[in-house]
T-cell receptor, first 113, second 111 residues
Framework: KQEVTQIPAALSVPEGENLVLNCSFT??????LQWFRQDPGKGLTSLLL?????REQTSGRLNASLDKSSGRSTLYIAASQPGDSATYLC????????????FGTGTQLKVEL | DGGITQSPKYLFRKEGQNVTLSCEQN?????MYWYRQDPGQGLRLIYY???????QKGDIAEGYSVSREKKESFPLTVTSAQKNPTAFYLC??????????FGPGTRLTVL
């Protein structure tokens, strides 16, 4: 079964800290992987999309990496700010998975002053 | 201003009623999706459409129906057959196999 797992479910860090969010997936045959941010009661905001052929993508203070062989992706957030507080979701488009994204349950991040 | 709109933001349904959630996009995307989000669970796919006049069931299609008569619109009907419809519903669109973009969501509550 194709599954996506995110650990930990919740994380609290002091402002200014660099942090890493983890995503693991059970099948290395993927088309792409996408990281999202969700604020309470809101829709999802796309942060980064990594294609299967890529190893990483960067946008501002965010860097996402992809290692298909180990079934892992990480989202690195540099110099965290209170405004980064949100739930971060990882989603995988598995090859042969029916033209859909499979989502993890997310990591709830709190950045404290 | 390109994007995805969903309406209404909040919806209340009495037991036995059908209700329809609206999703519109002006991104010229061929693919559109409906997800359901419940506390503590990941997003689950209800239905998706890769092209006008065609759609496929997702993982939890029972009790729901959709139509795709226009490229920019993908309405979702929650029927009385859906036994536990209280949830947050999210619509998304993309080019085929590409980055998905989401609307702001509709929160449905059964009274």
């Amino acid at each position: 079964k194709q599954e996506v797992t995110q650990i930990p479910a919740a994380l609290s860090v002091p402002e200014g800290e660099n942090l890493v969010l983890n995503c693991s997936f059970t099948d290395s045959a993927i088309y792409n992987l996408q990281w999202f941010r969700q604020d309470p009661g809101k829709g999802l905001t796309s942060l980064l999309l990594i294609q299967s052929s890529q190893r990483e993508q960067t946008s501002g203070r965010l860097n996402a990496s992809l290692d298909k062989s180990s079934g892992r992706s990480t989202l690195y957030i540099a110099a965290s700010q209170p405004g980064d507080s949100a739930t971060y979701l990882c989603a995988v488009f598995f090859t042969g998975g029916g033209n859909k994204l499979t989502f993890g349950t997310g990591t709830q991040l709190k950045v404290e002053l | 201003d390109g994007g995805i709109t969903q309406s209404p933001k909040y919806l209340f349904r009495k037991e036995g009623q059908n209700v329809t959630l609206s999703c519109e996009q002006n991104l010229n995307h061929d693919a559109m999706y409906w997800y359901r989000q419940d506390p503590g669970q990941g997003l689950r796919l209800i239905y998706y459409s890769q092209i006008v006049n065609d759609f496929q069931k997702g993982d939890i299609a029972e009790g729901y129906s959709v139509s795709r008569e226009k490229k920019e619109s993908f309405p979702l009907t929650v029927t009385s057959a859906q036994k536990n419809p209280t949830a947050f519903y999210l619509c998304a669109s993309s080019i085929a196999g590409g980055e998905q973009f989401f609307g702001p969501g509709t929160r449905l509550t059964v009274l």
